[in-house]
């Protein structure tokens, strides 16, 4: 069983930055394919970020329209850690967000599902005030 623990989360004013990082127990070069997602009260999890961990697919990376040009995910094979780095925050990226990983090389649509994960961290929350 894998597990992901994530961290980095706070509160910040807009505008501001945080960079969120998620340690998996295995080697992240195993689980192909890792993805941050993030829940708002009241509001389904939404799909964030996503990067490819793993051999021949390198650090290939997509993002949500909404954060965009904001947020960057990397991936740091020795620690086995994939970070989220947040900038130019806005009171409606304020969520839990969550780290999500799978073993297998998922595609364009599925990247997308949080049904297609296998594993989940527990979450960290992200407060951005106005």
């Known amino acids: 069983q894998v597990q992901l623990v994530e961290s980095g989360g706070g509160s910040v004013q807009a505008g501001g930055s945080l960079r969120l990082s998620c340690v998996a127990s295995?080697?992240?070069?195993?689980?192909?394919?890792m993805a941050w997602f993030r829940q708002a009260p009241g509001r389904e999890r939404e799909w964030v970020a996503f990067i490819y961990t793993r051999g021949t697919r390198g650090s290939d990376t997509a993002y949500a329209d909404s954060v965009k040009g904001r947020f960057a995910v990397s991936h740091d094979s020795p620690k086995n850690t994939v970070y989220l780095q947040m900038n130019s925050l806005k009171p409606e990226d304020t969520a839990m967000y969550y780290c999500?990983?799978?073993?297998?090389?998922?595609?364009?649509?599925?990247?997308?599902?949080?049904?297609?994960?296998?594993?989940w961290g527990q979450g960290t929350q992200v407060t951005v005030s106005s």
């Open positions: 295995t080697n992240t070069y195993t689980l192909n394919s």
């Open positions: 999500a990983a799978d073993r297998g090389i998922l595609g364009s649509l599925s990247r997308l599902r949080t049904d297609t994960y296998t594993y």
